[in-house]
Every structure is written in C-alpha cells, then in structure tokens.
C-alpha cells in the first residue's frame, strides 16, 4: 500500500510540473478572452483608433518577481511598461500577424532564477469596419 501511496504522490507532483512551466496567450477580441499554452488565435473588426493587441503570460511553479521578454514579429510592439512582470501586451495592427512571445530569464521572489525558452504563438487577424476579408473572399 505504501508503495502505490508514493507513486500516486509522485505521478501528481510530476505533472503539475509539466504543466506550470509555460507561456500562454490570447488574442483581444470583442468577446471574452481566455488564455491557451503554447499557441492561440483571434481577431476582429478594428475601429480607425484602435489597435489590436496579443496578451502573453508566463505560468511558472513559483511566484515571479520580474521576467526577460523576447518578442518576435514584424509590425508588433510591446506595449510600454507592460513587459517587465509575468505578462507582455504587444500591439499589432489591421492585417494578419504572427506574433511569438518567449521568456528567456525568469527571476522569482525567492531570489532564484532560472535560464529558459518557454514561448507561445499567436496568430492574429484584425480588418477595418465590420466586414471580415475572409467573408468577401469566399462570395458571402
């Protein structure tokens, strides 16, 4: 009994570990937005004094103090002061644009840090006015 006790513990503890470690994003929409790991998807119609935006966010197994960023598109800008703690806002404008967000150091606030490459992708697609392009492509 004592055995199969400290493979359950072991088998959970493994992975919560898997899935901590990662970066996360979504893609700002009219609708509610929700973070996925590794890879996410959206857009919509932008007015002319909008901007679209992709939010990434590192999940790590113990609490953060401050974070690297490397952000890795053409035409994407981190958004001013916002990419300092364990979330990165990139603006990006109407178009599609592929966009990875990847964390190279993490420092935590026990004073430890860690040298990794967590990233996540996003894909997004923002268009002028109500009228989706991929709509008018297909004849509707």
Known sequence: MKKIYLALLGASMFSGVAMADTVSCYVDTQAYDEYRENQCFGGGPLSSYRQGAIVFKVNASKPIQ????????????????????????????????EVEGCVDKIYYKDYTWADVNWCATATANYWAGGHSPLAESEGQ
Do not use: K, L, M, Q
Not at 73 to 96: H, Q, W
């Open 66 to 97: 401050s974070v690297t960023w490397d952000i890795a598109s053409y035409g994407a800008t981190p958004r001013p002061n916002s990419c300092n703690g364990n979330v990165c806002i990139v603006d990006v404008g109407r178009g599609e644009h």
